[in-house]
């Protein structure tokens, strides 16, 4: 069911007594999406894996117990992408990967906006 006229009005009124109270909630808001925590999510679980990817290397020689225990980290975390990646689905990888070229790749996501580049 749409909208009246008064309701639009009323809308709008509230969007810009919000626009002119705090520009930088909705600056966050219009950037965000649904699928923006599975993918933080996902971006943790990564660095997980390779934490437990190093903890094998450095320890399987001289502690098989330490070694198991980085390879059960490492079975965790791909477990975790792998379900948040079901999550996600198509719609949400594509979300995602539309929002990496949108910001100049993964070097836009990397670099925080508004920090001036030593480069």
Not at 25 to 36: C, I, K, P
Not at 47 to 54: D, M, T, W
Request: no cysteine.
């Amino acid at each position: 069911m749409p909208l009246s006229e008064d309701e639009q009005r009323i809308l709008q009124e509230i969007e810009a007594h919000l626009s002119a109270t705090d520009p930088d909630l909705v600056q966050q808001v219009s950037e965000t999406t649904v699928y923006r925590h599975g993918a933080r999510q996902i971006r943790w679980f990564t660095l997980l894996f390779v934490v437990g990817f190093a903890l094998l290397l450095l320890t399987f020689a001289s502690s098989l117990l330490l070694g198991f225990v980085g390879f059960l980290v490492m079975l965790v975390a791909a477990l975790q992408i792998a379900l948040n990646l079901r999550r996600l689905g198509k719609a949400g990888i594509q979300s995602i990967t539309d929002s990496f070229r949108g910001h100049g790749g993964l070097k836009g996501i990397v670099r925080r906006p508004g920090r001036q580049n030593d480069a």
